[in-house]
C-alpha cells in the first residue's frame, strides 16, 4: 500500500483480546511505500501485516529497514517477514552507528539458532547492512528524505522524520522526555512536520513511579506538538495493559490541550 501506514502501535508486549481489537495488539512497525521501494520502520509484530500484503505481489519492491533501536518489542516480528527467504528480495537493514556494541552483530545474535531455525546469515534474500550516516544525519531513501537523531531511552533510540510529498511525519517513539524540558535541538528536528508520532506509553498519573524507563505521556507529546507547529498528534507505544476504552480516555483528556490527536491503532493511514 502507498503512503504512511502505522502497522502496530502497542508497546512491550502484543496483546490480543476483546479489549484491545480497535487500537490493536500489534507491537511497532511502520511502513512507507513508494513508487522506488518500501520504507520500514521497525520490525515489531506488526510487519506481519506487511509481509501479508507483499505475499499477493508478483514482485518484491527493494526493501529499507529502519531500526528506532533494538528492544525486542521492535524487532520481534523480523523472523517470520517472509521477503528474508526469497533469494529475489534486496533488504537493506540501517540503524545507530552510535550504540554500545555493533548492532549488525547484535540484530544477527536475536535471529539464530536456538531461538529461530534460521539465522539472519542464512536468510536467502541480499542483505545489506548499513549504519545511518553521521556527519549529515540526512539521506533520501525511495524518494523520501530521511533525517534522525538520537533521543533519550535505555541504550539509546533514534527518531526519524520523513518528508515526501505525500508524507511529513516524525516518529518519536520510546523516548523519555520530562514536561518543560524538551531540548530545543529536539524540538527543532519536529518542526512544522504534518503528523508527530509520540510515545504515549504512561499517563501523567502513572510515570511518576517509571522514571528511566524510557517512555512519555500525551502531556509531553502536547507540548512539543504545540512548540514544533505540529498539525496532528498520533499517540503511540500503547501500554500492553490499556484497553480500548482507556486509550479513548488518554485521546479525550488531551484534546482538551490540543484538539489534533489521535491514538495510533494497527494499519492506519496518515495522509
Ligand atoms: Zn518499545
Ligand atoms: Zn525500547
Redesign the pocket.
Known amino acids: 500500500m502507498h503512503g504512511f501506514v502505522i502497522r502496530g502501535s502497542r508497546?512491550?508486549l502484543p496483546t490480543c483480546g476483546a479489549d484491545f481489537l480497535r487500537y490493536g495488539g500489534d507491537?511497532?512497525c511502520f511502513s512507507l511505500e513508494t513508487e522506488e521501494g518500501l520504507l520500514v520502520i521497525d520490525t515489531g509484530t506488526g510487519l506481519r501485516h506487511v509481509t501479508q500484503e507483499l505475499a499477493d505481489r508478483a514482485d518484491l519492491p527493494p526493501i529499507t529497514v529502519l531500526l528506532t533501536h533494538l528492544?525486542m518489542?521492535?524487532l520481534i516480528g523480523l523472523p517470520s517477514f517472509t521477503p528474508l527467504y526469497s533469494s529475489h528480495a534486496q533488504i537493506r537493514f540501517m540503524a545507530d552507528p552510535n550504540r554500545e556494541g555493533s548492532w549488525k552483530n547484535a540484530l544477527r545474535a536475536f535471529m539464530r539458532k536456538p531461538y529461530w531455525p534460521i539465522g539472519l546469515n542464512e536468510a536467502d534474500a541480499n542483505l545489506e547492512f548499513d549504519s545511518l550516516p553521521e556527519a549529515e544525519p540526512s539521506m533520501t531513501i525511495y524518494g523520501v528524505t530521511v533525517t534522525w537523531c538520537a533521543i533519550p531511552h535505555p541504550q539509546q533510540c533514534v527518531a526519524y522524520r520523513l518528508e515526501s510529498p505525500e508524507c511529513s511525519v516524525v516518529i518519536a517513539?520510546?523516548v523519555e522526555f520530562t514536561p518543560g524540558a524538551i531540548p530545543d535541538d529536539f524540538v527543532a528536528f519536529c518542526r512544522g512536520a504534518r503528523h508527530l508520532i509520540f510515545d504515549a506509553h504512561f499517563t501523567p498519573a502513572e510515570i511518576a513511579h517509571y522514571k528511566g524507563w524510557g517512555h512519555s505521556t500525551w502531556e509531553v507529546g502536547v507540548e512539543l506538538a504545540k512548540a514544533a507547529d505540529i498539525a496532528r498528534l498520533v499517540l503511540t507505544?500503547h501500554s500492553p495493559k490499556r484497553r480500548d476504552a482507556e486509550v479513548d480516555a488518554v485521546v479525550e483528556t488531551a484534546r482538551a490541550s490540543f484538539p489534533a490527536v489521535d491514538g495510533a491503532y494497527t494499519n492506519m493511514v496518515l495522509d
Open positions: 508497546g512491550t507491537t511497532t528492544h518489542d521492535h517513539t520510546d507505544h
